[in-house]
């Protein structure tokens, strides 16, 4: 997982709980206090699952209120630090559309060929006509944080749109199937 996404949970916390949180739950998950997060490298996916499984226990947060409150976090990070992606999107589903080349650039500064691949193997996208198509699979399996990410951006271009999981790997499929539908 990029350290765009730790930092941003970090965010998270702080706001919520503080700093002294922060260093309790880093802890838990056994990450040195003192490393920090580069916004353009990668980490381990499975510590990134205990920081974020820590951080649910800590602050009592239910599966559903950690993905929500984590969604509104990295939507409001990314208003403020990437406002290009939005000003050249016009609407939502251009900007949904672009999410997943948004991510395989992240990929392109990785240098581990495999790590790489693995961001770059965690969404595809397919367009019909009323709807766009996602397919996520990951071990971190947050097709959560993508669906109220996809509300919030929804919710940017002042736009209604119907959300439907047809598949989802938390519930023993190979992988989820997303589609936003206009
Ligand atoms: C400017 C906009 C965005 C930026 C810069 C951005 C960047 C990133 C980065 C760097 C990661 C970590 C990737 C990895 O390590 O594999 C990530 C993860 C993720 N992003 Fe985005 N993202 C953006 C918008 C969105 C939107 C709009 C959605 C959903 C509609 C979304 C859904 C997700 C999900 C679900 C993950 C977790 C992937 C996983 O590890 O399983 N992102 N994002």
Redesign the pocket.
């Known amino acids: 997982?990029?350290g765009?996404?730790h930092k941003i949970l970090f965010g998270m916390i702080d706001n919520v709980a503080g700093e002294t949180a922060i260093a309790a739950i880093r802890q838990g998950a056994q990450i040195p206090n003192e490393r920090e997060f580069r916004?353009d490298e990668?980490y381990d996916?499975t510590e990134?699952q205990k920081l974020l499984a820590k951080t649910c226990e800590s602050l009592g947060l239910s599966q559903d209120q950690a993905e929500t409150a984590f969604a509104t976090a990295?939507?409001n990070d990314?208003v403020q630090?990437?406002p290009t992606?939005?000003r050249i999107s016009k609407n939502a589903r251009e900007?949904?559309k672009r999410?997943p080349a948004?991510?395989n650039g992240?990929?392109t500064g990785v240098s581990d060929p495999e790590a790489r691949k693995?961001?770059r193997d965690?969404?595809t996208l397919k367009e019909e006509d009323d709807r766009l198509i996602?397919h996520?699979k990951?071990?971190?399996?947050?097709?959560g944080?993508?669906?109220k990410?996809?509300e919030?951006?929804l919710q940017h271009y002042e736009e209604s749109a119907t959300i439907e999981q047809k598949t989802c790997s938390r519930r023993g499929d190979e992988a989820c199937e997303i589609h936003i539908v206009w």
């Open positions: 997982m990029v765009l996404i916004i990668n996916d990134f990295f939507y990314s630090r990437w992606w939005f900007f949904l999410q948004i991510h992240f990929a693995a961001i965690k969404f996602v996520y990951s071990p971190n399996n947050l097709c944080v993508y669906i990410l996809a919030l951006i």
